[in-house]
Nanobody, 121 residues
Framework: QLKLVESGGGLVQPGGSLRLSCTAS??????????VSWFRQVPGKEREGILC????????NDRYSVKGRFTISRDSVEDAVNLEIDNLKAEDTGVYYC????????????WGQGTQVTVSS
């Protein structure tokens, strides 16, 4: 089936860093020219956008509510889109999702199942 797969989540201590990865199953994020957004669902809050990267590899973040401590990048070798989170805080705890779109401003075509990030000492 056509889907996205997130990986890299887990239990991290406050102040730590991690890198989440998004890959496609059944299609190619690169060859099929998909933009990819990262979202998160934090307890008590609505799902919020973090960052989006275009198919050409340009960072688009001005429309998203989460700012700072996040870096998005494309890995052409692994055909993946990564999200690096630095200086993790307890409030970063939640489920992180990636979503494939034809454009960062467009509708989501495919969602991943999400990966749990828990920040706790």
């Amino acid at each position: 089936q056509l889907k996205l797969v997130e990986s890299g989540g887990g239990l991290v201590q406050p102040g730590g860093s991690l890198r989440l990865s998004c890959t496609a199953s059944g299609f190619s994020l690169g060859l099929d020219y998909y933009a990819v957004s990262w979202f998160r669902q934090v307890p008590g809050k609505e799902r919020e956008g973090i960052l989006c990267i275009s198919a050409a590899g340009q960072d688009t973040n001005d429309r998203y509510s989460v700012k700072g401590r996040f870096t998005i990048s494309r890995d052409s070798v692994e055909d993946a889109v990564n999200l690096e989170i630095d200086n993790l805080k307890a409030e970063d705890t939640g489920v992180y999702y990636c979503a494939a779109k034809h454009y960062c401003s467009g509708a989501v075509d495919y969602w991943g199942q999400g990966t749990q990030v828990t920040v706790s000492s």
